[in-house]
């Protein structure tokens, strides 16, 4: 995706998203609206208010609910960002990820009876994560999933 628009991606895609100096901001912020949304409670309304999103900017609002659908629209995102280059230790945009872990938030929903059917997509982009630059330093996600009590947790029908 990246490839196609710009030949030497790095911080040049941050530059043009966010411009360098509110990246850090900005994707901390896209990265803690997603851990809400993933984590939050889910409903089985089909279409969510228009208020969510500014529910999402409000970092009171834990225990709202979203539906599965828009949960699934939130981790099709993470994988779009993930998936972006085919070299995936050239991505520069999952430093955000590894700074703001979305763990937790991957492994509820892949734990949830209600998200069920997310949790490949889930499952997925933790493995992806798993993958970014795990031999050049340390990588959160690997030394989670290394102490993950739980392991039926990972399993996916």
């Not at 409000?58 to 939130?74: I, R, S």
């Not at 734990?111 to 997925?124: F, H, M, N, R, S």
């Amino acid at each position: 995706m990246f490839k196609k628009k710009f030949p030497s991606v790095g911080i040049e895609i941050v530059t043009l998203l966010t411009g360098m100096e509110k990246a850090g901001v900005l994707f901390r912020a896209l990265v803690e609206n997603l851990e809400r949304l993933l984590k939050s409670p889910t409903t089985t309304c089909k279409s969510p208010p228009i208020c969510y999103r500014v529910i999402l900017l409000d970092a009171n609002q834990f225990d709202v609910p979203f539906p599965v659908k828009v949960k699934g629209q939130a981790l099709h995102l993470v994988l779009v960002v993930e998936t972006g280059l085919e070299n995936l230790n050239l991505n520069t945009l999952l430093e955000y990820f590894m700074i703001n872990n979305l763990f937790e938030a991957l492994i509820k929903v892949i734990g949830d009876q209600e998200t069920k059917v997310l949790a490949p997509d889930a499952l997925l982009a933790l493995v992806i994560f798993c993958n970014y630059s795990k031999h050049e330093k340390k990588n959160p996600y690997l030394a989670q999933l290394s102490v993950i009590e739980d392991r039926a947790t990972l399993m996916v029908p």
